[in-house]
């Protein structure tokens, strides 16, 4: 993998929904993103990039498009972008910033897939954060770092209950399992809450293992009797491996404190390098859960991501 390219072009926007427009230079502020962009702002899609050599090749196809049409804020050569990883970080001029997403869902199709039937952002576009402020130019050498081993584990955590989703109940569970992660050393990246659609939880699934690439996601809700308690359906769906031992653990520590243990249907599984864990629905539950299991995910997930060898000790 080359670890250096060139800044073809810099395009910004005034306005969202509007193509952008090149500029030769411009200022990165972290918290930011890039001054005076419209898709600035406290965070994780700061900056959009694109790479120039799938540009080129698109226009082969006969698209007639020019930079900034897809949104992008950094068209770079060099680079096979959407096969570099989320955390990984680029200097760029004399700023620094930090992959933070793979791709992104096209909700509603921009006029470039009307005409061509196709649009390369959603499959080949990556989105950054500023980690260090500084400017760039047109022409800038742009540099792929050397991976941060030391970096923290990142979470997201997921709430699945109709009456929370709706409002009609205040989620306590989330924030428990939160504040947990964040205390542990955890860098919570997202936090949300869904009614109980398999659809919607398979959706968000994909989206927080592929796009984000989490490296631990925690459910909580969903994982009874009721007809509409589908997280572990959505979970084993989703999943390219099973991991057993997490969902099995909790329910023998748990059957100590209450019979009604057996009960809880929750998966554990691997998405990838993305371990995904469904805990109760209730507060106290939830927090016994992660309490049995916290001190042990950390070594589970180096090995899941090559940071460490095999388990042992």
């Known amino acids: 993998m080359n670890n250096k390219g060139i800044v073809k072009c810099i395009c910004v926007s005034e306005n969202r929904g509007t193509a952008k427009q090149p500029v030769n230079e411009a200022s990165l502020r972290v918290d930011h993103g890039i001054v005076g962009d419209a898709h600035a702002g406290n965070w994780h899609r700061q900056i959009s990039l694109l790479g120039y050599e799938v540009i080129e090749q698109f226009r082969e196809k006969g698209a007639e498009v020019s930079f900034g049409d897809f949104g992008e804020n950094l068209v770079v050569e060099g680079f096979d972008l959407k096969n570099i990883g989320v955390g990984r970080r680029f200097a760029v001029g004399t700023a620094v910033i930090e992959i933070t997403q793979i791709g992104k869902i096209c909700h509603n199709h921009c006029e470039i897939f009307k005409r061509m039937g196709e649009c390369i952002m959603p499959g080949e576009g990556i989105f950054a954060k500023v980690i ?17 081993y030391d970096r923290r584990f ?10 929370a989703s709706r409002g009609e109940r205040k989620d306590e569970s989330g924030p428990v399992l939160c504040d947990v992660l964040t205390k542990k050393g955890y860098e919570l990246v997202e936090y949300f ?49 099973n991991a057993p031992g997490i969902a099995e653990a909790i329910r023998a520590e ?8 057996m009960l809880s249907r929750g998966a554990s599984v691997i998405r990838n390098k993305t371990l995904i864990i469904n805990l109760p ?7 016994e859960s992660i309490d049995i299991i916290i001190e042990h995910l950390e070594h589970g997930l180096a090995i899941l991501l090559g940071r460490t060898g095999e388990c042992g000790g």
């Not at 994982?223 to 989703?238: L, Y």
């Not at 629905?281 to 927090?287: H, R, V």
Request: aromatic fraction near 2%; avoid cysteine.
């Open 132 to 148: 260090k402020s500084g400017e760039i130019a047109v022409g800038d050498s742009i540099e792929l770092l050397e991976e941060d």
């Open 154 to 163: 990142t979470a997201a955590v997921i709430t699945v209950s109709d009456k």
């Open 193 to 241: 809450i869904l009614p109980d659609e398999q659809d919607a939880i398979e959706r968000e699934l994909i989206r927080l293992a592929d796009s984000r690439q989490v490296n631990l996601v925690i459910t909580t809700g969903g994982t009874g009797f009721s007809q509409r308690d589908v997280t572990p359906e959505a979970t084993m769906n989703v999943a390219t491996r």
């Open 254 to 261: 748990s059957m100590k404190i209450t019979g009604r243990a």
């Open 281 to 287: 629905g209730s507060p106290k539950a939830a927090g």
